[in-house]
């Protein structure tokens, strides 16, 4: 299971104006070299107390870095709640029912007739927090027998075990070309960053496989559905993913905790300097 520890993290102060706690996770999609772009500062005496942002990867122990965070002073941007509440689709879905696809839970993979009693087949199976990088074969079930196969195979798998078994109606997107080998195939989805309900980036959630954009219109219905959800939450730092369906409709795919969420097609440099300026208005007006 992924979890972070404190000493891990590298705590610095971003353009005077926001406190990052940040580890790399060797993986490009994550990961950004900030001092190569922004002025960064780590004072030899910091504040008491501070806020700051994570960006440190999925892990499993955030309530517990959370405490042992803030027991040094070092408060992070979500509490425990609103984690769980960007993170898991069992705290988030409830919120955002009719802006995605039909979701189950199970504490334990189901049997078929639990599948069954609320999905006719194909059906998406995913964890509470992720799919399994992505995998086709765990991921679009569509036949009982490949359920069988997916729950066995389910309960072994290193990033699916430690979490909910989800089953979710299964809606055609819109496709798009681009080779994804044995993930799941491209779709017309894009990923939205939104700081205090301000969207703060936006780009191709599938940019590593395939070449698409959207047209103006395009982007302002996906991002209304996308405002709607992150208005619903009420979290300071999320991630939505919205496609598009066959019919045209926008969907939420997921969302994620924007500390811990990749950057996909979204600029990372955007991304960070939206915020900052977002801080230092919000500093200005307040002062």
């Known amino acids: 299971m992924p979890v972070v520890q404190p000493d891990a993290l590298d705590i610095f102060l971003l353009e005077e104006i926001l406190w990052l706690a940040?580890?790399?996770?060797?993986l490009t999609v994550y990961d950004f070299p900030f001092e190569r772009f922004f002025p960064c500062r780590r004072p030899w005496e910091r504040p008491e107390r501070l806020t700051a942002i994570g960006r440190f990867g999925v892990t499993t122990n955030y309530a517990e870095l959370y405490?042992?965070?803030a027991a040094t002073g070092v408060e992070l941007i979500h509490t425990p709640a609103q984690y769980l509440r960007a993170s898991e689709l069992t705290e988030w879905y409830?919120?955002?029912s009719d802006l995605t696809p039909n979701s189950v839970w199970f504490a334990v993979p189901p049997s078929l007739s639990e599948v069954e009693q609320h999905f006719q087949f194909p059906v998406f199976v995913k964890g509470s927090r992720q799919t399994s990088r992505h995998n086709a074969v765990l991921s679009i079930v569509r036949t009982p027998e490949q359920l069988e196969t997916v729950t066995d195979a389910y309960c072994n798998n290193p990033i699916l075990q430690w979490q909910s078994f989800v089953c979710r109606e299964f809606v055609p997107l819109r496709k798009v070309s681009g080779e994804?080998?044995?993930k799941i195939p491209p779709s017309f989805e894009f990923r939205t960053?939104?700081?205090f309900g301000e969207c703060v980036g936006a780009g191709p959630y599938w940019a590593a496989a395939a070449s698409y954009q959207w047209t103006k219109a395009e982007e302002v219905a996906a991002l209304a559905v996308a405002r709607t959800a992150a208005a619903r939450l009420q979290v300071p730092f999320l991630v939505v993913d919205v496609a598009?369906?066959?019919e045209g409709r926008w969907i939420v795919i997921e969302c994620n905790d924007g500390q811990e969420s990749g950057?996909?097609?979204v600029s990372p440099f955007a991304l960070w300097h939206a915020i900052v300026q977002l801080e230092r208005s919000r500093h200005?007006?307040?002062a």
């Open 244 to 246: 598009q369906t066959q």
């Open 94 to 96: 409830p919120l955002l």
């Open 180 to 182: 994804t080998g044995e």
């Open 193 to 195: 960053f939104w700081w």
């Open 22 to 26: 940040h580890a790399e996770t060797g």
């Open 284 to 286: 200005r007006g307040s």
């Open 67 to 69: 405490e042992q965070l």
């Open 263 to 265: 950057y996909a097609g």
